[in-house]
């Protein structure tokens, strides 16, 4: 799903002197520039308490040429106390090089910069040509479901410390068991898998649209009968033949990220926009939505299955072209904020509710990802 520069739009040459600029400001730091200034910095990025300050205003961020997806995206990953925790305390880069170079240093000093600093809003620059050096395109239009896990990657690949990387896989990770049946022989495999995001369908085998969040999940965990072409090679029988593949849930993370699949395939093989109204709620019981074969846990792990929003990905346009915002509820406050580049106010859940769909506005704003945090966590 395309982002578009929208009200952000500008010319070529404005920016071409942006990424220049920003290339430059990048390179003024010399090897030799180890000043007093940049020592006091890193002493202060040890106090960071964890999350852009809320108490006085909320901060947003600079769209510098089509990363209104990546400034929705920061808010999401800043907000989060969890993620912020593990982000404090990552080992400062020895060098100004290795600095510019690192992600989740790149991060911390942004936060940085959005709680110490009195303005209403901060440039992401020093961050973004960070990822511009890791071969991520800038002033280009981007899925949030496909950056949320380039970032992800870049801040895990990252981290020097083992024990943070683990942290930081588990605040994330999602884990699966994966089930083959033989139709012919009963012959079965299974086998462990991972994954950042729950990657939800909005339409079932038959193309019909799913009507509610609980039943995206469920049918996300419903078994699914290999067939024709799609059936799968068994060693027992020594040919192909159909099989029954399902999955069951074994373990769900403190944060929890829902990609709604807001897209289909037209029979031209374009891509297009599912708009229609899809309701998400505030609280979401894991135990109430999934059956007991679904499910791969003991009590324990179910216990903890019970989850609150915490934030929506919106996006409003076409798969072609269109703007990203964020609703954030504030894990000190309660309150849910709207982060739209620069412009931050608070806002109602009815606002957020907003973000549902309907079918006739296929410009208007629907959720594309849900953030759920764990409640025993909070």
């Keep these: ?17 942006t990424s220049e600029t920003m290339k430059a400001e990048a390179h003024v730091q010399s090897d030799k520039e180890e000043t007093e200034e940049t020592k006091t910095r890193d002493q202060r990025l040890r106090l960071v308490v964890g999350m852009a300050d809320l108490k006085n205003k909320a901060i947003g961020l600079y769209n510098i040429g089509q990363t209104c997806c990546l400034n929705s995206l920061l808010q999401v990953f800043l907000m989060n106390t969890h993620f912020t925790g593990i982000l404090r305390r990552i080992t400062v880069p020895p060098s100004d090089s290795q600095k510019r170079r690192s992600v989740p240093y790149q991060m911390l000093l942004l936060l940085e910069q959005m709680q110490h600093g009195k303005q209403k809003a901060v440039y992401p620059r020093a ?90 999940l469920q049918y996300f965990f419903y078994p699914e009968e290999l067939t024709g072409h799609n059936m799968c090679f068994c060693e ?12 069951k849930l074994a373990h769900l993370p403190q944060t929890l990220i829902l990609h709604l699949k ?34 791969q846990a003991d009590a324990s792990e179910k216990a903890a299955w019970q989850y609150e929003l915490f934030a929506v990905v919106a996006h409003s346009g076409s798969t072609d072209c ?23 106010c608070q806002v109602l859940w009815d606002d957020v509710r907003c973000t549902y769909g309907h079918s006739d506005l296929h410009w208007g704003q629907t959720a594309y990802l849900l953030v759920y945090m764990r409640k025993n966590h909070q």
Excluded at 1 to 17: H, I, N, V, Y
Excluded at 146 to 172: A, H, I
Aim: proline share 3%; aromatic share 12%; charged share 25%.
């Design 1 to 17: 799903m395309g982002q578009g520069s929208g009200r952000q739009e500008r010319s070529k040459k404005l920016e071409l002197a």
């Design 236 to 247: 027992h029988c020594g040919k192909k033949t159909p099989f029954l593949q399902s999955m």
């Design 262 to 295: 807001r897209f289909c395939f037209r029979k031209s093989a374009s891509i297009h926009k599912l708009c229609h109204y899809l309701p998400f709620p505030q609280d979401l019981d894991f135990n109430a939505v999934l059956t007991t074969e679904q499910c």
């Design 127 to 216: 961050l973004a040509y960070c990822l511009l050096e890791h071969r991520m395109k800038l002033f280009v239009q981007y899925d949030a479901a496909q950056l949320f896990l380039t970032l992800w990657n870049l801040v895990k690949k990252q981290m020097r410390n083992p024990e943070l990387t683990e942290k930081l896989s588990d605040l994330y990770t999602i884990w699966v068991q994966e089930y083959m049946v033989c139709q012919e022989c009963s012959f079965e495999t299974k086998r462990n898998s991972n994954m950042i995001t729950l990657p939800l369908s909005m339409l079932d085998s038959s193309s019909h649209l799913l009507k509610t969040l609980e039943d995206c």
């Design 322 to 344: 269109g703007h990203y915002c964020a609703y954030i509820r504030s894990l000190t406050e309660h309150k849910w904020y709207c982060f739209d580049d620069s412009e931050v």
